[in-house]
Every structure is written in C-alpha cells, then in structure tokens.
C-alpha cells in the first residue's frame, strides 16, 4: 500500500487543500497520515476524516519580531523535530505533501535525511518564511500564481493553480437555507473572519448589524472561539448566524450565498471566485503580516475581480458603501470571475504526487532532472 503524510496548519488555509487530495488519495488506496499541530485548528478540522491518520506534534512559531517566545519556541522546534523523526520512522511515508506553515517545517526538514519525495505547494504571490525553507528540501514547489514560479530558487517553481475541494461545487441552495434556517427573502451575505486575525473582520460585522440585517441575511464564519453572545448580536437574531466553522454543510451555504466579506487568504478567494461569487476582501494588514493578503487582494482587483479595502483606512460608511456597491454590480463580477477561467488544480497536483511516489526515494547526491517533472 503507498503512503502519504500530509502536512500543513495554523490556519484554515493550510489545510482545506489537502481536505481537497483525499478524494483522488482513497481511489488509488493510498494510506493518509497528517501531521499537524497537537491543538491546532487542523486537528479539529481532521477529526471529520476517520480514515486519516493523525499525528500532533509541538510546534513553534517562525516570527520576524524580537519576542521572549521565540527562546522558548527553540525548544518547541527541537521536540518536534524528535517527533517527526519517531513519526517518519513509524509511517515510512512514499512521498510527503506540505501546504507549508510552520507546522510543516520540523516534518519536511526531518525528511531530509530519509530521502523521502517532498512537495509543497504556496498559495501566495510571494512565497511564506516556511515555504522558503522547505523549498530547500522540497523536490518542487507548487505556486496558486503563474507570478509566484519564478521567484523560486534553483528552477524548482512550478505554476499549477489552486486546489478546491469538489464538493464545494455540488452546494444546493435550498439545503443551505434550510442549514442556516433561513428563508431566503432576502439575499444571503458570507463572511469568512478567518481563524486567524479575524478580530477586525468580526468587529466591522458587528458594529453594522442594524444597517446589514436590514438588506441581508447574515452567516457569519468567525472563528474558533469567536461567537458572539451579546444584546447587539441578539437583537438580530432573525437575520444573524455565527459559525466558529462550517463543515460538511460549507458547500450548501456558499451556493445559498450571494455575496461575501472575506480576508485575502489565497485558499479562500480563488474558491470564491471558482464559485463566482461577488467578494468583499479586507486582507489582513502589513502591521499584522507580511503583507500576502494585501498583495492577493491587489491582483484580484486589477483583474476586476473583486472589491478591496483595506483596513487601515476602514470605516463604517466606507465599508457599507463599498458592499452595497458590490452588490449592485454583482452581475458583472460574476461575469468576469467566469471569463477569467478559474480551474481546480487538484488533480494536476495528485498526479504530481503520483509520479514522485513512482520515482521513490531522492537520490543520494545530486538532485532530480528538471524533465522528471
């Protein structure tokens, strides 16, 4: 039976690509291990999938600020570089997949030795502090923008899309109403807060309640620990749904959906914009990141492709003026998300892990020939 371990965590986004393997992974009878945080959102994420093998590692987090955490975080990389070492040596994976993060890092790295097959796919324009470290060991890195290939080192680059889960394509409306108890009397607003830096994001929705409910029907995905249960969000009952997550019922909502607010992670705006719905970004500020959001968010607005504000100039009239006016333009954003030829770029990516558990382990020197690829 091949094996494959599967890496990636710390946000959705790292992990709901590989949710979209697994389909193509049960056909040709691999056996599925993950490799995630021990009380990351992945884990809760993973425990839907009960023919996936889980294994919790401590991680630490790569920062590019002076913290007292970083010492103890020295640490945390180090045990869980043991881990992965017990973990690799157990499972005797063929091949490894990393959607990067730091909780891929100490599993690629300790590949090394071992020579397994390694691929990694980075969905932001540019290429994350992990992902520029796991390149080093990975045989290819897979890139969401055609922009993104050539910035890797040593031609390992390689243009493939994005991966969408295909269920999501097979949404029905009338469950997703039935989902979210709502009669669909009016149109059904999205907002994805993000599991991660969704303070902003959830406190905007918040704030316009009043305004909102009063056009819309509200579901409201704002991350673990993050419903509301206040007089404001209440008072709205009728119109307002919190979701920490959705899972299996995700596609019935989004095809009951008419319009999203949505941060700029990769992930969540091209299987917005393969469903062509009308998206709102409000991409995580370059105070709070190293600025990706703000530069997936660009290129979908050059492109017509969405609605960008960004949140350091934020304000309630700002923002209620910029969804109305989505909204009323919706048609031809929905025109043109469907002119630009979204793909899924899953099964070009399995067949990329196909063809590395075919070629077995790297070699002991050297480095694979570009036309293996």
């Avoid at 056996?31 to 093998?53: M, R, S, W």
């Avoid at 009669?183 to 406190?203: C, I």
């Avoid at 899953?346 to 293996?372: N, V």
Wanted: glycine letters at 10%; a positive charge.
């Amino acid at each position: 039976m091949k094996k494959i371990i599967l890496t990636g965590g710390g946000t959705a986004g790292h992990v709901m690509p590989n949710i979209a393997l697994l389909p193509y992974l049960r056909e040709k009878g691999y056996e599925i291990h993950y490799v995630g945080g021990k009380n990351g959102i992945e884990k809760d994420i993973l425990a839907d999938y009960q023919d996936v093998t889980y294994h919790g590692i401590d991680t630490g987090k790569l920062r590019r600020y002076h913290s007292t955490d970083n010492i103890k975080d020295v640490f945390k990389v180090a045990k869980a570089n043991v881990e992965c070492k017990k973990i690799l040596r157990q499972v005797k994976p063929d091949v490894i997949f990393s959607k990067g993060g730091y909780v891929a890092l100490p599993l690629v790295t300790s590949s090394k030795s071992m020579r397994i097959p390694v691929l990694t796919h980075e969905s932001d324009i540019t290429p994350g502090l992990a992902n520029r470290i796991i390149a080093r060991t990975a045989e290819k890195v897979l890139t969401t923008f055609p922009e993104t290939a050539p910035m890797i080192e040593k031609g390992k680059g390689l243009y493939v899309g994005a991966p969408i889960r295909a269920d999501l394509f097979e949404g029905d409306r009338e469950r997703g109403l039935s989902f979210l108890g709502l009669a669909g009397e009016k149109p059904v607003l999205a907002v994805m807060g993000g599991s991660k830096g969704a303070r902003f994001v959830n406190e905007t929705i918040r704030g316009n309640l009043e305004a909102l409910c009063a056009k819309f029907d509200i579901v409201h995905m704002c991350g673990k620990d993050n419903v509301e249960d206040s007089e404001r969000t209440k008072a709205f009952a009728d119109s307002y749904r919190q979701y920490e997550f959705i899972g299996k019922e995700l596609p019935d909502v989004l095809a009951a959906t008419d319009v999203v607010v949505t941060r700029g992670g990769s992930n969540s705006i091209h299987e917005f914009a393969a469903l062509a719905k009308p998206m709102l970004i409000i991409p995580l500020s370059k105070q709070a990141s190293r600025g990706d959001q703000v530069l997936n968010a660009n290129s979908f607005e050059k492109r017509g492709l969405a609605v960008k504000l960004e949140e350091e100039e934020l304000t309630s009239e700002k923002f209620l003026a910029a969804l109305s006016g989505l909204y009323a333009d919706r048609e031809a954003y929905i025109a043109r998300m469907k002119d630009a030829g979204f793909f899924n770029a899953t099964e070009r990516i399995f067949e990329l892990i196909e063809e590395a558990t075919a070629r077995g382990k790297r070699p002991l020197f050297g480095k694979r020939k570009s036309e293996d690829f």
